[in-house]
T-cell receptor
Framework: AQSVSQHNHHVILSEAASLELGCNYS??????LFWYVQYPGQHLQLLLK??????LVKGIKGFEAEFIKSKFSFNLRKPSVQWSDTAEYFC??????????FGAGTTVTVRA | DVKVTQSSRYLVKRTGEKVFLECVQD?????MFWYRQDPGLGLRLIYF???????EKGDIPEGYSVSREKKERFSLILESASTNQTSMYLC????????????FGPGTRLTVL
């Protein structure tokens, strides 16, 4: 079955550390990829998206993600996290139809 | 800013009750969605609608129905609530020209006893 998998369930790190969250999808065709974020007590919101073109995508709040087709991956990165980046992060993909498939989510806790 | 509102943040119902979850968006979006969010499972699509009175099943439609009588309002109905429907329910909307940028509501945490 086509799906989206996120490697880490919970990541704990200190402020100023670098963050990388893994996301893989299982589909060989054209994909559109997304990262959504849900801050504590807030709505889920779009962080960044990839449709085509430059595989390195810049998003809001200093986040970026790289699409590596050969690895079926779309990992999210931030060079230096802040306490305010504590949130749950969801990778999503449009695989071959009109529905977004979401990963299970990764909870990121940043310690001050 | 797009605003998607849901009728309740928290709801407690009993097994067998009929439950209505309401969602309203104020940006004239064509598409509206209902998801449920469970720990370890992420978001799963229940139903979506691309126009008034139109609906399509998502990945987990069993035990749910929907209604879209007006463009701004999309209702999720649990005909006979069961304990396995205890979950966080998220509504979202998007524009036809940017279908995959979905704007989410705050969620309704439903507990079925």
């Amino acid at each position: 079955a086509q799906s989206v998998s996120q490697h880490n369930h919970h990541v704990i790190l200190s402020e100023a550390a670098s963050l990388e969250l893994g996301c893989n999808y299982s589909y060989g065709g054209t994909v559109n990829l997304f990262w959504y974020v849900q801050y504590p007590g807030q709505h889920l919101q779009l962080l960044l998206k990839y449709f085509s073109g430059d595989p390195l995508v810049k998003g809001i709040k200093g986040f970026e993600a790289e699409f590596i087709k050969s690895k079926f991956s779309f990992n999210l990165r931030k060079p230096s996290v802040q306490w305010s980046d504590t949130a749950e992060y969801f990778c999503a993909a449009l695989l071959n139809d009109y529905k977004l498939s979401f990963g299970a989510g990764t909870t990121v806790t940043v310690r001050a | 800013d797009v605003k998607v509102t849901q009728s309740s943040r928290y709801l407690v119902k009993r097994t067998g009750e009929k439950v209505f979850l309401e969602c309203v968006q104020d940006m004239d979006h064509e598409n509206m969605f209902w998801y449920r969010q469970d720990p370890g499972l992420g978001l799963r699509l229940i139903y979506f609608s691309y126009d008034v009175k139109m609906k399509e099943k998502g990945d987990i439609p069993e035990g749910y129905s929907v209604s879209r009588e007006k463009k701004e309002r999309f209702s999720l109905i649990l005909e006979s609530a069961s304990t396995n429907q205890t979950s966080m329910y998220l509504c979202a909307s998007s524009r036809d020209t940017d279908y995959y940028t979905q704007y989410f509501g705050p969620g309704t945490r439903l507990t079925v006893l």
